[in-house]
Nanobody, 123 residues
Framework: QVHLVESGGGSVQAGGSLILSCTAT???????MGWFRRAPGREREGVAI???????SYADSVKGRFTVSKDNAKKILYLQMNSLQPEDTAIYYC??????????????????WGQGTQVTVSS
């Protein structure tokens, strides 16, 4: 079992940057890891995925602005967010599973989720 805790959320003006962290209580080197977000009134959507080999994938809306990375030794997943826009405002969640994609409809019922961290971008 993997317990995940996000941190690093906050409020920033448009064009600013934030780094989110997700700390795992156990090794996740054999898991796909990902960042997802839920904006007010919207369904949860995939933001970025990093697989067990370090291969990454991104939602079109964040490509070129967000970077996902991980430190397996420290058991920390990161999301570097640059050029933030008001439409990036959401609760951001990290997730872990044996296999993950950006499409939440494809997820198994056994995905591990963090509690979420709020990101607010003002114009």
């Amino acid at each position: 079992q993997v317990h995940l805790v996000e941190s690093g959320g906050g409020s920033v003006q448009a064009g600013g940057s934030l780094i989110l962290s997700c700390t795992a209580t156990s090794s996740y080197s054999n898991y796909y890891m990902g960042w997802f977000r839920r904006a007010p009134g919207r369904e949860r959507e995939g933001v970025a995925i990093i697989d067990t080999d370090g291969v990454t994938s991104y939602a079109d809306s964040v490509k070129g602005r967000f970077t996902v990375s991980k430190d397996n030794a420290k058991k920390i997943l990161y999301l570097q967010m640059n050029s933030l826009q008001p439409e990036d405002t959401a609760i951001y969640y990290c997730a872990a599973d044996k296999w993950l994609t950006l499409d939440t409809a494809s997820h198994s019922p056994f995905v591990y989720w963090g509690q979420g961290t709020q990101v607010t971008v003002s114009s």
